[in-house]
């Protein structure tokens, strides 16, 4: 009961303000600039992205977006950007579009949250175009045998308070595994406690 009442009311809020932290902004700033055409961003949380758009290539933006505070904070967001954004209360499980519908779909810390992420990534292969770009940014495993126990470790609670994550995600594992291609990927731990703060962004196109 209590957790469900965090999870509605409290939750939302902690995670706008977390992902506005000065880290997550650097790492927006290094992957978003690049998306274009038809956009669809995965959880989009409170629209953080949209700062770092190059509008004069982004054609259309699309989202989902379980959470109903933050989907309203993204639409809030969109508006102050200048953005027209067509977002859904929906999960990226099972996707209501197209096959080889977007030029890129973008997720930043969202793929450790999502329940059944094998199947949101199949959905993510399935609707982005053959030459389309999947960019990401996002936290995961460590490759410190030491801090990834205490990822572990860790784990159950974190998972509690912030929206389900889950801190030792193989974000490259999950990805390939999904049958993309790593056209780009960087990783390194950027400011912040060290069970938190292994990230992994860069550029995947899917194989069909
Ligand atoms: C840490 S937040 C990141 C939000 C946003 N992408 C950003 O960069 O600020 C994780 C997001 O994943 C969303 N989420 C959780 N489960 C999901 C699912 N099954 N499908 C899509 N999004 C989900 C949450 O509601 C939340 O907005």
Known sequence: ??????????CPHLINYAMQMKPFRKQREKVIPSASGRVLEIGI???LNFNYYNKENV?????VEPDEILL???????????????????????LPFDNNS???IISTYTMCSIPGLSSAMSEINRVLKLNGKF?????????????FKWQKRINAIQKRIAGGCHLDVDIPNEITKANFKL?????????????LSYHYWGVASPLK
């Open 102 to 104: 977007f030029d890129t």
């Open 45 to 47: 949380g409170s629209g």
């Open 135 to 147: 960019l990401f940014s996002e936290h995961g495993k460590s490759p410190d045998i030491n801090i």
């Open 1 to 10: 009961m209590l957790q469900k009442l965090y999870d509605k009311y409290v």
């Open 183 to 195: 056209n780009k990927i960087d990783s390194m731990y950027v400011p912040g406690p060290k069970f």
């Open 72 to 94: 309203e904070k993204a639409k809030q967001n969109a508006k102050i950007n200048n953005i027209n954004l067509n977002v859904q209360q929906i999960k990226a499980e099972e």
């Open 59 to 63: 054609s259309e933006v699309f989202a």
